[in-house]
């Protein structure tokens, strides 16, 4: 159910992101704005979320040593570890950037329909560099956590 909820969320994405580009372009302002640090923030926010998504699958694949141990015991050879590792770190990103594309969606739609002049829009642009980013993150943490399983001994495992 959450892998059908993140595709229709990266479909709604994908929808809007055409939709919203079809609309006129806002006037250019009639004097020159103060700067902000608005975007620095969403810079700051968004490498706080992918780092803290990072750490969290890093820390399950931490968690789980003994039962990677275990099936190492069993007969399972490194490379089926690392296929498991990898199998769901692309299935985790995948529903994760599906669901925050659904819940950024809706958010702007909302926002949109109550404020007439609401400027924050989805572009293709913005899909791609999230799905690049959440990919990245989620290769990094794996990899992390492949180098961990991969030196595990089973006997490590049994002893404690």
């Known amino acids: 159910m959450i892998f059908g909820l993140s595709v229709l969320g990266i479909l709604a ?28 923030a969403i810079y700051a926010n968004g490498i706080v979320g992918l780092s803290a998504s990072g750490q969290t699958f890093y820390t399950f694949i931490l968690e789980n040593l003994e039962k990677f141990g275990a099936l190492k015991a069993i007969g399972a050879k490194g490379r089926e570890l690392i296929d498991m590792i990898l199998c769901m770190a692309t299935f985790t990103a995948l529903a994760g950037d599906g669901l925050g594309i659904a819940w950024v969606t809706l958010m702007i739609t909302i926002a949109r329909a109550r404020l007439p002049g609401y400027a924050a829009m989805i572009t293709d642009w913005n899909l791609a560099l ?17 180098r961990k399983v991969a030196r595990i001994e089973t006997f490590d495992i049994f002893r404690s």
């Open 130 to 146: 999230a799905f690049e980013l959440v990919l990245l993150i989620a290769a990094i943490s794996s990899s992390l956590g492949v």
């Open 13 to 40: 994405g994908v929808v809007a992101a055409y939709r919203f580009g079809l609309q006129r372009k806002p006037q250019p302002p009639v004097f020159t704005p103060v700067s902000s640090a608005y975007a620095t």
